[in-house]
């Protein structure tokens, strides 16, 4: 793959030209592209910020607010911190598809970079997330190829983790089944093209366009190489046993938000399993950055339903699950993103890094010898 020449062909670079044609960028280009995402987080922002008015001010924004003022700070704390774990979990998977792959990073790189991700969920598809992980293209020189399939996996394996406990928790309750069995359904569909070789030999067949298939010849060969070493029965196994603990730890948000607007409910914490999950799901199937609106809607309807809670009360939870959640990981993201800037502007940094690999990969062969 060749980068564009010129100052010209710089400005034609598009964060899509990006992730399908560059394996490498350099600390202007990326931080310019990183510049364009921002726009997608801050109108993000103030998307989830909108909704959250909307949502107070069905629910009256004085009781809602009142509520919201008056909760436990120390309860609505173990929110943060069962989703802050819920994270580290998942660093867990991050770290074995490192391994599978060959890519060798220091532990601190390795989890500043994938906290920095998180600041991406408000871009469209997470396909931010893909940017972001550039950063592993700088320190260690790997090709693009390989680290994009790690970021896919890891969406997907997310997604795996939160489609499996909406579906349980949907039969146990037996409300919803059908309808959240088929979002999974849909929802895996679009995965089958990025994880599947066979689906994208298939296209390639199928299609006749000269250009596209230039492309896909360029690209995709070696993504799908890339991608088919991650495509086995153990990484499946490995990432569903992180990722459904991992979805179960961030779902309970909504338990301790609930505990912390003072509100006493019978089986919390299987109930607010079901509707963080099922609300999250049905969030997904609009394609909307960070679920919004729909999952919001869903949060209220069914807190108020199930727990037969007033508007204003499930109208406060749900303001609280969403900050402690979505909001929270963007801001967590954020402030990795900035702290992993420093590899791309620090060369002896860029230079550490390539030494720890090295000397990580000369282990290896040792302890194989």
Partial sequence: MEDLDGK????????????????????????????????FVG????????????IAYIGGIGKVSGIILNSNLYLYSLAFIAVLFSYLIRFIKWNYYLKVTGIDVPK???MAIYLSLYSMDLTPGKLGRV???????????????????????DIFTDFI?????????????????????????LLLLPYLFILNSWFYRLIKKMVKNERFLKLFNIYGDEYFASQS???????????????????????????????????????????TIFIATSSTIFGMITGIPGNLGVTDGSLVALISALFSLNLNVSSAVTIMFRFATLWFGVIIGGVFLIYTFRYWTNKDVIKEGLVDSINTAKQRIKKKI
């Fill in 161 to 185: 983790g939160i489609g499996i406990l909406a579906i349980f928790t949907a039969l146990y309750f037996n409300k919803f089944v059908i309808e959240v069995l088929a979002i999974d359904i």
């Fill in 43 to 54: 109108a993000g922002f103030l998307a989830s910020f909108l909704i959250f008015f909307i």
């Fill in 108 to 110: 601190k790189k390795s």
């Fill in 131 to 153: 940017l972001a992980a550039y950063t592993l293209n700088r320190v260690t020189k790997k090709k693009v190829t390989k680290i994009v399939p790690i970021v896919t996996m």
């Fill in 229 to 271: 070493i991650l495509n086995t029965p153990k990484t499946y196994a490995i990432s569903i046993l992180v990722s459904v603990p991992a979805a179960f730890l961030n779902a309970s948000a909504l338990y301790f938000s609930l505990l912390a607007a003072h509100i006493k409910v019978s089986l919390p914490v299987i109930e």
């Fill in 8 to 39: 010209d062909a710089k400005k034609k670079k598009s964060i899509w030209y990006t992730i399908l044609h560059i394996q490498s960028l350099d600390e202007e280009d990326y931080l310019r592209l990183m510049k364009k995402l921002m726009y």
